[in-house]
């Protein structure tokens, strides 16, 4: 599906955003863990919130469409 340049811009801007915001929180829970174990339940409990934040939203505005992608995609965006 195509969409306007300003709507792909905005897009990408907010992709780069979510992607600095979680290089920066995966950085701080390396930082705070004290073993790979810890580690990885504490990134899979940042995603969770994450994708419970953008689950809420898109609950908010009545967007089922997105609703849905979220609730299929949001697992294996975590571990990719």
């Not at 955003?17 to 073993?35: D, G, P, T, Y």
């Not at 898109?58 to 979220?70: E, M, S, V």
């Amino acid at each position: 599906m195509a969409v306007a340049k300003p709507v792909a811009d905005a897009l990408d801007r907010a992709e780069a955003a979510v992607k600095e915001a979680i290089e920066l929180s995966l950085n701080e829970i390396r930082e705070e863990s004290n073993n790979e174990k810890e580690y990885i339940d504490l990134w899979v409990s940042c995603c969770k919130r994450i994708g419970t934040h953008f689950q809420s939203e898109a609950d908010r505005t009545g967007n089922r469409q997105l609703a849905r992608y979220i609730r299929r995609n949001l697992t294996k965006a975590i571990f990719l």
